[in-house]
């Protein structure tokens, strides 16, 4: 966020200036007067101005006010604050909107001004020249204001961080180096924008429904790459002879219109022209992290324009020191790096074989808010939704910096994708804590084994982090969605709320709500969600047609909500980030609500996403509370339990006897041992299961009955503190108060 001073600069530059005084000549006074002086040609407005768009007239209009309610603010003596961050993030979106629309109109009409400036003073030097009185009384000749050749607020972080997403987006696109920066612009508050031409990236140029998916890759690649902690020089060499030295190594496009002799080196990534006022930090760690906020992609133009804000490490930065430039090969080696990891990270010859043979059934792969089919590749949904893979890299730091042995469901990857997980876990490193988010759409009595999932995962990381939560019960969501009356909704909530109380969350530090209850309480962010978000956005990411009631299509902001602290002001009552435990299929509310999250200047929620609880038929669907022969729940009797899995739980096993014996079980399909690797914590008896089983030594029923005696314990347990759960108390866990929780400067 911008400081007070950077404020004021804004206030100064962008809110409109005085009118001048209106000539008050009589009509039709001088029409045949002669020609102006030079002087007066000069300094006049130019006649033939290139009128402003009139958009960008009422965008200016929007600037103004949103400038005049943070001088108002600050006026108040409020500096800070929620309401004050909203109110300078209007401004700023406003001014970048105005700057967009006006920016071209503008230009023409100052070359316009500059030219007819340029033909006055030739046409009368003397006048042009200073007086010899005047120049003794200045001291010699009027010095012209030197341009900086850094662009206005172009500080060591912005400067590199530029340089750390322009990498990025290299290694993202796989577009080259060299002259592929199109612009760059700098705000105050660590805020700047990127603008990368996009026409030559690697498999052909986005699209506008692809590019989403690549900007949010774009940030996670740059955020790889502070991780790194890669050092940054600064160096002199001749312009001319950096550019036949380096040739296509070296980023000489326009993140810096300098003609000076400085380069920027970030180690084994890019090497870029900088202006003369240019610097950088010692290392891309002193960073912290990037968060990209909206982009703008310009499909005539074919190219991208993100903004983001850069949230670096607090303390003294220290400087990039200068040091000796890197050899042509050294540079050279940055490219070839990023080409391997797009590599690496593209389809081999042999995956292609393979997608191509299961194209026709990947076109039956299907997952949506509403519906899950299809045989789920993973790794294709990680790249549909442009989401991040867990790796062993983040497993071991979660557990350096917990302190404790990652969960069972992280180390057998079934929890397994991630947005900002690394962001949050760096925040909580430096002493911020944040609060976790899920919730469960009642729709049923009870909950099934595949509901507990992410329940149960998230009681562990409150018991981890120490971490305050709050539980959302969409009963409205159900009622609009289902064949269900609005009251049954309500009832529903509380029945379920029974369940996720007797999963043993702390109630100290846990918030359950209904809509129906609590969203007067939501429902200013509601409205700031619903109002930046389109009609376009709802249905590309939810397949919304006009058939659908308006209720539905009103809905994802009431799910957004929760992500943001400042719903919250009686039970968390302070700002802190959010990390939302929750199913795959959950993700497009909260990729919508990321996109939305810095125009409202909240911070984006972390996601961590589960892989679906298959259903007992097999793992083309997911458990369905509307089938109860697909799925096992809390409230089943240890016979129905018994019944379902040996009837209904496929197998992975050989046809015959023979065919078992020689060839073992196909874990991969078989629903009672993947149920083990959901519910089976002992790592060493699930790897004899597992090896015994594949082999074809162990025997499909044993396996069943493996399953049946640990499935019917831990309903049993579960039941037994649903039991425990009065009615009081779920009054208790849904009542409006304030949690018990270490809050930002307790």
């Not at 400038?67 to 001014?95: N, R, W």
């Not at 902001?557 to 795959?584: D, E, G, H, R, T």
Request: aromatic fraction near 8%; glycine fraction near 6%; charged fraction near 25%.
């Amino acid at each position: 966020m911008a400081t007070i001073a950077e404020l004021d600069l804004l206030l100064k530059s962008y809110l409109p200036a005085p009118k001048p005084k209106k000539d008050k000549k009589k009509k039709g006074e001088n029409k045949k007067a002669a020609a102006p002086s030079p002087a007066n040609a000069a300094a006049a407005p130019a006649a033939d101005a290139a009128p402003l768009d009139p958009r960008a007239v009422e965008l200016k209009a929007v600037m103004t006010a949103a400038g005049q309610a943070v001088a108002a603010l600050k006026k108040g003596g409020t500096k800070s604050g929620p309401e004050f961050d909203v109110a300078l993030a209007a401004l700023l979106d406003a001014k970048a909107k105005y700057e967009e629309v006006a920016g071209p109109s503008e230009k023409k009409s100052k070359k316009k001004k500059k030219k007819k400036k340029s033909a006055a003073a030739a046409a009368a030097p003397a006048a042009a020249a200073p007086k010899a009185g005047d120049a003794a009384q200045s001291g010699g000749k009027k010095k012209k204001k030197k341009k900086g050749s850094a662009a206005a607020g172009a500080t060591p972080v912005l400067a590199t961080a530029l340089r750390v997403l322009k990498a990025a987006c290299v290694d993202v696109l796989g577009i080259p180096t060299a002259q592929t920066t199109v612009a760059a612009r700098y705000f105050p508050g660590n805020r700047a924008q990127l603008q990368v031409a996009i026409d030559q990236t690697v498999g052909g140029a986005p699209t506008k429904e692809s590019i989403p998916a690549l900007v949010a890759k774009i940030e996670a690649a740059a955020n790889a790459i502070i991780a790194e902690n890669a050092p940054v020089t600064v160096c002199e060499v001749p312009l001319a002879e950096a550019q036949a030295m380096y040739g296509a190594a070296l980023d000489d496009g326009s993140l810096s219109k300098s003609a000076s002799n400085k380069l920027l080196w970030v180690a084994g990534r890019v090497l870029s022209r900088a202006g003369a006022d240019e610097s950088g930090v010692s290392s891309t760690g002193a960073l912290g992290r990037i968060e990209v906020g909206k982009h703008v992609f310009r499909d005539g133009k074919c190219d991208v324009q993100i903004q983001f804000v850069v949230h670096p490490v607090p303390g003294n930065i220290a400087a990039a020191p200068a040091a000796a430039a890197p050899s042509a090969a050294e540079a050279a080696a940055a490219g070839e790096a990023s080409r391997a990891r797009l590599a690496a990270a593209a389809p081999t010859a042999a995956s292609s074989e393979i997608e191509a043979a299961a194209a026709k059934e990947e076109d039956d792969f299907v997952v949506t808010v509403f519906e899950v089919k299809g045989v789920i590749d993973y790794d294709k949904l990680i790249d549909r939704f442009g989401s991040t893979r867990i790796d062993d890299a983040l497993i071991a730091r979660f557990e350096r910096v917990t302190g404790h042995r990652a969960h069972h469901w992280l180390r057998r990857g079934l929890f397994f994708s991630h947005r900002d997980l690394d962001i949050l876990l760096t925040k909580y490193e430096a002493g911020e804590p944040f609060y976790l988010y899920t919730g469960r759409g009642p729709s049923s009595e009870a909950l099934h084994l595949g509901h507990l999932v992410p329940f149960t995962f998230t009681r562990w990381l409150q018991k981890v982090f120490d971490a305050p939560l709050v539980v959302q019960l969409t009963d409205d969501e159900k009622y609009l969605v289902k064949d269900l009356e609005l009251e049954e909704c309500h009832r529903l909530a509380f029945a379920n709320a029974r369940d996720i109380i007797a999963c043993g969350f702390d109630i100290e530090k846990t918030f359950i709500f209904s809509d129906l209850d609590y969203i007067g309480h939501m429902y200013p962010n509601i409205l700031k969600i619903a109002k930046r978000t389109t009609y376009n956005q709802i249905k590309g990411c939810f397949g919304f047609s006009t058939s659908d009631n308006i209720g539905k299509h009103a809905f994802p902001p009431v799910q957004a909500a929760p992500s943001f602290s400042s719903s919250f002001p009686v039970v968390l009552n302070c700002k802190m980030s959010c990390l939302i435990p929750c199913a795959i299929d959950q993700d497009p509310y909260f990729r919508m609500t990321r996109d939305v999250a810095p125009k409202i200047g909240e911070d984006k929620p972390a996601l961590i996403h589960s892989k679906f609880f298959p259903a007992l038929q097999g793992y083309q669907t997911k458990m369905s509370a509307s089938s109860s022969s697909s799925a096992i729940f809390v409230s089943d009797t240890p016979a129905e339990i018994s019944e379902k899995i040996k009837k209904y739980a496929y197998s992975g096993g050989g046809e015959t006897l023979a065919l078992h014996k020689a060839n073992g079980a196909d874990l991969v399909v078989d629903v009672s041992y993947n149920y083990l690797r959901f519910f089976m914590e002992d790592d060493e008896e699930l790897a004899r299961i597992g090896a015994a089983y594949g082999s074809g030594e162990m025997m499909t029923g044993e396996v069943k009955e493996i399953l049946i005696t640990l499935l019917q314990g831990i309903v049993k347990k579960h039941q037994e503190g649903r039991a425990a759960v009065s009615d009081a108390l779920v009054t208790e866990f849904m009542s409006v108060r304030r949690l018990n929780f270490k809050r930002p400067g307790e």
